[in-house]
């Protein structure tokens, strides 16, 4: 969709053979025209986001887009329920974060360690988005803290498919929340 409005255009439909079901966030490199988005899972839709937490199933990923050149490519896989990504202030590596493990992975997009990966954080807790501030810093927020009943939905897969199965989505996501519905909100630096 351009500044008049208009009908919007399909850009990328899948990456390297698997289609983009569901994605979620997207940051800018205006400098080298690079689109990065997370696509959160290549199975579940929007709504079914919480049986991929729940599944362990490690099939979300950070796509890079280049206008210039179109070309479309995966630079970080494996990611269980990534939500949220942001660049860093000079472009140099964006950070992701998987809600399901409040972990923040860090890809470095430049300089020597361009193409790496390490762990830029562990949250106590489940993130649900990124914003990167005018200073170089990030704002998470956090649907929830850490408990012990989500924990082990996320660390046992076997429950985690049982519960599936035999608990209502309203329960179990009651249940992953600790049965007290919050929010918070973390500034980590940049």
Same mark, same amino acid.
């Given at each position: 969709v351009g500044p008049e409005g208009g009908l919007a255009e399909l850009v +990328?439909? !899948? &990456? !390297?053979? @698997?289609? +983009? /079901?569901?994605?979620?966030?997207m940051d800018v490199d205006e400098e080298e025209d690079d689109f990065y988005f997370s696509d959160s899972s290549d199975k579940y839709h929007f709504r079914e986001i919480f049986y991929v937490t729940i599944n362990g199933e490690r099939s979300g @990923? +950070? /796509?890079k887009y280049n206008k210039k050149t179109k070309e479309v490519k995966v630079v970080m896989d494996n990611l269980l329920s990534?939500?949220? %990504?942001a660049l860093n202030k000079d472009g140099s590596f964006l950070i992701t974060c998987e809600s399901a493990t409040g972990i923040v992975h860090r890809l470095w997009l430049k300089g020597p360690k361009a193409g790496t990966r390490?762990?830029? &954080? =562990? /949250?106590?807790?489940?993130?649900d988005n990124i914003r990167r501030t005018p200073t170089g810093d990030f704002w998470l927020g956090l649907q929830c803290k850490n408990n012990l009943i989500g924990n082990l939905l996320v660390s046992k897969r076997w429950l985690g498919r049982l519960a599936e =199965?035999? +608990?209502? %989505? =309203?329960? %179990?996501?009651? %249940?992953?929340?600790g049965f007290m519905p919050h929010g918070i909100v973390v500034k980590i630096s940049g």
């Open positions: +990328v439909g !899948e &990456a !390297e053979g @698997r289609k +983009v /079901i569901f994605a979620n966030q @990923r +950070v /796509i990534n939500n949220g %990504l390490d762990i830029f &954080a =562990k /949250i106590p807790g489940h993130p =199965k035999t +608990v209502n %989505l =309203k329960l %179990l996501t009651a %249940l992953f929340n």
